[in-house]
């Protein structure tokens, strides 16, 4: 079935946060939540799980430390250079390459990580994205069927929506 | 921030990036001036060899390095600012954070040119890169030059990444209120952020992780270099104290740093309500911590040179406080420990004269700390045989000088005028929320 897309936009967090718990409850899908500030009110509303960012990061962190000591012990034995009788492959001093090496990569998967669970970069901003949002103003898009659209226009206006408009399919 | 909606912050912070007066052009070309005669110095130096430079033996490291270590300790102070305060959410950390990561980045960079400019042969630098090769030579991993290139590298990566990152909700409110090539530009630095709850839910996630990892190489970055001196074993530098020494210096001189930028910017910029006496207060006040730091690290130096009984150091520090350098080191003495305890009086903390007085001393007794301890020790190391002075700055070193602090002041002239001086959304973020239980 065709479904319809609608944009209700708030003057205050607590209208939203409202109209977000009405339609989780009646199942309606919530496409986009738009703030001009992280909240944590709209994170709760939502439902939504910790970002797994955290994971990706974890993940660089150690690759980087293994990329570290593995670089600096290959090269050592590029030679096997032997001063003072010490091994060859001295492990204290590569402690700060693998460290320098594990911020590095830990903060690069983080980067790509926040990059790709964003959906970033995009070159276009979706046609119902109200320049407000960045401003003053919160913003949701419902998906529902075109029997349903009624029913969500109202609850999203009783529950205080400044305007609602149509947000395409 | 109290007292203020999300669109007076927004129309006093973009106010900023309106189409700037003369006095910002006549400083900005004063400013590239200064470029252009560091830029023309060096390319004599590159031209006619390193001998333009007052480098030679016994003190073959000269105000280049005296430079880059200043440089990197500036740097220090903005990613303390943003991301050890940011852990420890200090309320007055985010009216200052966004210039403060600049002032980093542009201090990073700049401090990053001077191993560049300190090589004979620039145009061979990548030899000092980890890169596979024909005979399978590789960078020495135990040098601590080597971890230096590494430390600074991943530096200026993360305090950029860091930056840009907690940039880009602000790039996205300069974009959806700007017009025409503007509108596009911002467009694409702001990669379509649209402020979803997706967005907003993984760039928390994802700035908290940043904080956190930055604020451990923070740490690292100065400690490694501090090791360049550390693990050399010339008297006056081999010494276990030197890298929580250097690490406190750089937030000192950083801090500092902040202060001497941000009340000018303050001022033009119009931006007094945002950057309230009350965060200088609180700048000034660590300010005083690490002073007091300061001032037992020089004591701590000098009790364990008598302490050890070690004739050559006792001889490095009898001659620092007494010998050719003895003004500059009390110069350094009297900014670094003593000037900053007028900020125990709380009118010095909260008056524009002494705030800006006390800074400007630190910066440069930070500098002639870098002067004594990188010229001083290998001028006078165990054999009196082989003691010297150095026999710069010469013309070269003086212009390439000025060629970095103009570099330093046109980056953050450019980024005043162009990106937004103060995180909007985390300054919005700091207010209660628009509710309308709580509207009139």
């Known amino acids: 079935m065709k479904m319809k897309g609608l944009l209700g936009v708030f003057e205050y967090l607590d209208d939203l946060v409202k109209a977000l718990e009405v339609m989780r409850e009646k199942n309606y899908e919530i496409k986009a939540v738009y703030s001009p500030v992280r909240s944590r009110q709209i994170i709760q509303a939502l439902g939504l799980k910790p970002s797994p960012v955290r994971y990706f990061t974890l993940i660089g962190a150690i690759s980087g430390i293994a990329l570290g000591f593995g670089l600096a012990v290959y090269t050592a034995l590029q030679w096997k250079f032997i001063v003072s009788g010490k091994p060859p492959v001295p492990r204290v001093p590569y402690v700060i390459v693998a460290f320098e090496f594990c911020i590095l990569f830990g903060v690069l998967w983080n980067l790509a990580s926040l990059w790709l669970n964003s959906r970033l970069p995009k070159l276009r901003l979706p046609e119902h994205y109200d320049p407000r949002f960045s401003g003053n103003r919160f913003g949701v898009v419902v998906t529902c069927t075109p029997s349903a659209q009624e029913q969500v226009v109202a609850i999203l206006n009783e529950s205080g929506a400044e305007e609602v408009h149509e947000a395409g399919e | ?440």
């Open chain 2, 1 to 440: 921030m109290q007292g203020f909606s999300y669109s007076e912050i927004d129309d006093k912070v973009l106010g900023t990036l309106a189409a700037p007066g003369k006095v910002y052009y006549v400083c900005l070309a004063f400013c590239f001036t200064g470029v252009l005669i560091g830029a023309s110095c060096w390319g004599y130096q590159i031209a006619t060899g390193l001998g333009a430079a007052g480098v030679m033996h016994p003190v073959n490291w000269g105000t280049y390095l005296v430079n880059f270590v200043f440089w990197v300790g500036i740097a220090h102070s903005g990613t303390l600012i943003s991301a050890i305060l940011y852990l420890f959410k200090a309320p007055w950390r985010t009216p200052l954070a966004r210039s403060a990561e600049a002032m980093t980045v542009f201090a990073v960079s700049t401090a990053g040119l001077f191993p560049l400019i300190h090589l004979g042969r620039v145009w061979i630098v990548y030899w000092i890169l980890p890169y596979p090769n024909q005979r399978n030579l590789w960078p020495n991993f135990q040098s601590p030059l080597v971890f230096d290139v590494i430390a600074i590298s991943t530096y200026l990566i993360v305090s950029f990444l860091f930056w840009y990152t907690g940039l880009v909700p602000d790039l996205a409110i300069v974009r959806d209120r700007a017009r025409g090539i503007r509108r596009r530009i911002y467009g694409w630095l702001s990669l379509g952020w649209t402020g979803s709850d997706r967005q907003w839910n993984h760039h928390g996630s994802a700035y908290l992780l940043f904080a956190a990892l930055a604020t451990p190489l923070v740490i690292s970055v100065h400690s490694v270099v501090s090791w360049d001196f550390a693990l050399g074993i010339a008297p006056g530098w081999h010494s276990t104290i030197f890298a929580p020494y250097f690490v406190a210096g750089a937030i000192h001189s950083g801090l500092a740093m902040v202060i001497t930028l941000l009340i000018p910017l303050r001022r033009i910029l119009g931006l007094e309500e945002i950057l309230t006496m009350k965060i200088f207060d609180n700048v000034a006040k660590t300010i005083v911590f690490t002073g007091l730091i300061m001032g037992y690290s020089y004591l701590t130096e000098f009790f364990i040179s008598w302490y050890s009984g070690n004739i050559a150091e006792r001889a490095i520090f009898e001659w620092r406080a007494t010998g050719h350098y003895a003004l500059l080191f009390w110069m350094m003495v009297m900014c670094n420990s003593l000037a900053p305890l007028v900020f125990f009086l709380k009118w010095a903390r909260t008056h524009i004269a002494p705030l800006l007085t006390i800074s400007v001393l630190i910066n440069l007794g930070m500098w002639y700390e870098r002067y004594i301890i990188i010229l001083s020790s290998p001028g006078h190391e165990f054999d009196p045989y082989s003691w010297g002075l150095f026999i710069g700055p010469t013309w070269v070193e003086y212009g390439i000088m000025l060629g970095s602090f103009s570099l330093f002041f046109f980056l953050f002239l450019l980024f005043a005028k162009f990106l937004p001086s103060v995180s909007m959304s985390e300054l919005k973020e700091e207010l209660p929320p628009p509710m309308r239980g709580q509207s009139v």
